[in-house]
Nanobody, 128 residues
Framework: EVQLVESGGGLVQTGGSLRLSCAASGFTFDDDDYAIGWFRQAPGKEREGLSYISSSGGTTYSKDLVKGRFTISVDNAKNTVYLQMNSLKPEDTAVYYC???????????????????WGQGTQVTVSS
């Protein structure tokens, strides 16, 4: 059974940093073909995609709204995907989710509707 568990959220001041973790079980980064994405959802807003990674070539991509501030990375030994978030702003306040689709043999997967597995989310609050 595939499970994703996010952690690392919390309260931070404007300009601060956080690193979110997404620990995966039920599949292994070394052996399986997957796509993983980080998403967030603020109150009253739709869930939006931020950063993505594909096992095919280890390709990563971040959307313009977070490019240069957020970085997605993977640690195969820990079966964990990270989202390093720097220069945080109050508008980054949201619940952050990681999601996975597998098997996945293509490149980056941006559409949230195509992801099969979701974590429970972790709250990030940025104070002004």
């Amino acid at each position: 059974e595939v499970q994703l568990v996010e952690s690392g959220g919390g309260l931070v001041q404007t300009g601060g940093s956080l690193r979110l973790s997404c620990a995966a079980s039920g599949f292994t980064f070394d052996d399986d073909d997957y796509a993983i994405g980080w998403f967030r959802q603020a109150p009253g807003k739709e869930r939006e995609g931020l950063s993505y990674i594909s096992s095919s070539g280890g390709t990563t991509y971040s959307k313009d709204l977070v490019k240069g501030r957020f970085t997605i990375s993977v640690d195969n030994a820990k079966n964990t995907v990270y989202l390093q978030m720097n220069s945080l702003k109050p508008e980054d306040t949201a619940v952050y989710y990681c999601a996975a689709r597998l098997p996945h043999f293509g490149g980056i997967l941006a559409a949230k509707e195509l992801y099969d597995f979701w974590g429970q989310g972790t709250q990030v609050t940025v104070s002004s």
